[in-house]
């Protein structure tokens, strides 16, 4: 039985609170270090689902600065 990766857990987690609408355009993420400490993970693992998230389409941020919902990310 295969194991889904950490940081897909993660970025599965952050796309349905998106798709739910929990998360709504514009809205700020957690910061790596919170997310880090919310989920037990390194950091690697949090920059990887959001780099997941940011091809699909879903986030938009930068180094140094927040990561938001993308808008018109149904």
Excluded: W
Aim: net charge positive; hydrophobic share 30%; charged share 25%.
């Amino acid at each position: 039985m295969p194991v889904t990766p950490f940081y897909e857990r993660i970025a599965n987690d952050i796309r349905t609170q998106i798709r739910s609408g929990e998360l709504k355009p514009g809205d700020k993420l957690p910061s790596i270090s919170e997310l880090c400490r919310q989920s037990g993970v390194s950091t690697q693992v949090i920059r990887s689902a959001m780099l997941t998230l940011r091809a699909e389409g879903l986030v938009d941020g930068h180094q140094g600065r927040s990561v938001c919902v993308r808008g018109g990310a149904e």
